[in-house]
């Protein structure tokens, strides 16, 4: 534990701090996290196939020079590609999705160390505390007071944090509900109801396993004697192996008639599809089976949307309020989510590309490959076009005609009124 404790060494402890006044009045105490629906194997299918969808995406540096993003070696890139000393990006964005769609808010801190300069970035962390406070400190800085399992407790600026939320609405801080609570009240009730119909088909099945006759006796026989008939009848079954049985003329087996009613499969269906839509995640992706019409529409309702926010929130806390000005960024590709289809792609950078009107590293964009230094501010045009207004003589190697005078002196004096008109 020492070295986790280390990591929050930022805060002086003489500051003085106090709950943060909420616009609605209610203190700013927020106990996460709650796990119910994890219950669910449903809800984890759902959850893992975005967290392994998004494990997928690429980190990049960039440095925005007009449209033409330039990526940027370092230290802050070194981090994105390992975030810290126990995992990869991978193993970290496919942890962040989970403790964001089971508690709809995650905390990721970031540590610097220092240098000559100042400080810089060498690791960040996912946290999972079980209460996170929000204070005020005399300075009028924003802290979070973090509670964890193990009883420790740290505060620390929320210049220190990365709190990317989900479905950001009626809490001022938090996302979730008006509590700063997972808003899985609905999904609960559908987890519940979901989790009866199984108990009730596994009753059933163990009712078609239950007694399956009676055993009838046409003569009077006390307890002792029906007991040890059940005995003998019990061992007669257990080592018969013709499937056949013979009984006396004193007894006789009358099988019980069942009709053990099963939930129908529509039903579980209609359950499940509720759980599915919950989660705007298709049974195809589940199965693995999807179309690219619905990987398509899945990656741009539930993916893209969260890797845009995860994108904008890294941005923002990453970089200073000077850095950003310069153009700074975290861009997230997806490679490996790319769902168009090539000879779509390939025309639209044909059409663009060829007309100069396309960066080279947004054609590379295009097919979500990372930026390459080697291509940073070319721009490349076809020679197979030219100006509609010069094609002819282009065409017949002659000279352009000069624009005439005119002309010119219309377009002076068309100015001129402008400028006249302007002021």
Known sequence: MGWFKNLFELFPSKVKTQYIEMMTGNAPIYSQFGTNIYASDVVQTCIDAIATEMSKIIPKHVRMQGTDPVPVGGNIQYVLDNPNQFITWSEFIEKCVWLRELNYNVFIFKSYEKTSQGRRLVALYPLQPIQVDILEAIDGRIAYKFRFVNGYESTVYASEIIHWKKRFS????????????????????????????????????????????????????????????????????????????????????????????????????????????????????????????????????????????????????????????????????????????????????????????????????????????????????SLNYVDVNIATVYQVGGTPKEESPQEDDSEDNQEKEDETNDS
Do not use: C
């Not at 018969?240 to 053990?260: A, C, Q, T």
């Open 170 to 381: 009626v809490n001022e801080f938090m996302g979730g509900n008006h509590d700063g609570q997972p808003d899985t009240k609905a999904l609960l009730q559908t987890l519940q109801l979901n989790h009866e119909l199984l108990q009730g088909v596994a009753k059933a099945m163990k009712a078609s396993y239950a007694v399956s006759g009676v055993v009838k006796y046409k003569t009077m026989l006390d307890d002792g004697t029906i007991q040890k008939n059940i005995i003998e009848l019990e061992k007669k079954l257990n080592e018969n192996k013709s499937g056949l049985m013979g009984v006396d003329i004193s007894s006789e087996v009358v099988p019980f008639k069942r009709d053990v009613k099963m939930v129908d499969e529509p039903t579980l269906k209609f359950i499940d599809d509720k759980i599915l839509r919950f989660y705007r995640t298709p049974i195809g992706i589940i199965r693995g089976d999807y179309t690219k019409e619905t990987y398509e529409s899945w990656y741009q309702s539930r993916l893209e949307p969260d890797i845009n926010s995860l994108q904008q929130v890294m941005t923002k806390s990453i970089f200073s309020d000077t850095a950003k000005p310069h153009g700074n960024q975290i861009q997230l590709y997806v490679k490996e989510l790319i769902f168009m289809n090539t000879t779509q792609k390939l025309e639209m950078v044909r059409l663009l590309g060829d007309s100069g009107a396309m960066f080279e590293n947004e054609k590379r964009t295009i097919f979500g490959l990372p930026p390459i230094p080697e291509l940073a501010g070319q721009r490349k045009q």
